[in-house]
C-alpha cells in the first residue's frame, strides 16, 4: 500500500480483556516501531524491528505488552489483561532502514485504545 | 526523564505571521533531529530534519535552526497559515534508532 496501515482504527476493550493490534508497513520498509501517545502527549517509544528481528522492546511498559513480526512484513502489538492506563493511541511506524540511510519514518494513523 | 523538552504548549500567531517552536535536549550522542506535523486524529508526519553537523536547514517556509553547543533546535515557520494549525513535534534519535520526542506544541494560525 501507500501508506502504514493500522487497524481497527478504535477499539474499546473492558478490562481485563485481551486485544491484538496490527500494523501493515509500507512494502519493503525494513524498520518497524511502534509507540504508544497518551492524549496531549508526545508519542513514546515502545518496540523496534529490524526485519523479523525485535532489536529493542525497552519501552514495553510491562509483561503484559507483547509484539511480534513473523514475516519480516505484518506485525502485531497485543496486549494482555488490559488497564485503564493502557488507553491511548498505538502508532506504527515504517522506514526504509538505517542501512538505506533513510533515517525518517512514516506513521500510520493509530489505533486508538479505550479501556473502560 | 524527559530528554527532550519542547516549548511554548501552545502558540496562537496571525495568519503571515512566524511560528517559532523551541526544543532543548541532554544527550549528546543524539544525530537526527526531526520535527514533526500532527493532524487531529492523524499519525505524526514528517516535516523536516537535520543532522548536527549543520546550522540551519530549510525547505520552503520551514526552517530548523541548530545549535549544537547550546543543545537547542528550533523550528520557524514563515508567513504562517491557517493550515499550518496543528500539533507540532520535535525528537531526536541517535541514528536509526527510537525516537525522543518532545511534549508537543498546539499551534493555532488565526485568518
Known amino acids: 500500500g501507500a501508506g502504514v496501515s493500522q487497524s481497527p482504527r478504535y477499539k474499546v476493550a473492558k478490562r481485563g480483556q485481551d486485544v491484538a493490534l496490527r500494523c501493515d508497513p509500507i512494502s519493503g520498509h525494513v524498520s518497524l516501531f511502534w509507540y504508544q501517545q497518551a492524549l496531549g502527549q508526545g508519542p513514546e517509544f515502545l518496540t523496534y524491528?529490524?526485519?523479523?528481528?525485535?532489536?529493542?522492546k525497552s519501552g514495553l511498559p510491562s509483561d503484559r505488552f507483547f509484539a511480534e513480526r513473523p514475516e519480516g512484513s505484518v506485525s502485531t502489538l497485543k496486549i494482555q489483561r488490559t488497564q485503564q492506563e493502557d488507553s491511548a493511541v498505538y502508532l506504527c511506524?515504517?522506514?526504509?532502514?538505517?542501512?538505506?540511510?533513510?533515517?525518517?519514518?512514516?506513521f500510520g494513523s493509530g489505533t486508538r485504545l479505550t479501556v473502560v | 526523564q524527559q530528554q527532550v523538552k519542547q516549548s511554548p504548549q501552545s502558540l496562537i500567531v496571525q495568519k503571515g505571521g512566524i511560528s517559532i517552536i523551541n526544543c532543548a535536549y541532554e544527550n549528546t550522542a543524539f544525530d537526527y533531529f526531526p520535527w514533526y506535523q500532527q493532524f487531529p486524529g492523524k499519525g505524526p508526519a514528517l516535516l523536516i530534519a537535520?543532522?548536527?553537523?549543520?546550522s540551519e536547514k530549510k525547505e520552503g517556509r520551514f526552517t530548523i535552526s541548530f545549535n549544537k553547543s547550546a543543545k537547542q533546535f528550533s523550528l520557524h515557520i514563515m508567513d504562517s497559515q491557517p493550515g499550518d494549525s496543528a500539533t507540532y513535534f520535535c525528537?531526536?534519535?541517535?541514528?536509526?534508532?527510537?525516537?525522543?520526542f518532545g511534549q508537543g506544541t498546539r499551534l493555532t494560525i488565526n485568518p
Open positions: 537535520i543532522r548536527p553537523d549543520v
Open positions: 511506524a515504517s522506514s526504509l532502514g538505517h542501512g538505506q540511510g533513510h533515517y525518517g519514518y512514516t
Open positions: 524491528f529490524q526485519n523479523e528481528a525485535q532489536l529493542d
Open positions: 525528537a531526536a534519535s541517535k541514528g536509526a534508532q527510537k525516537l525522543v
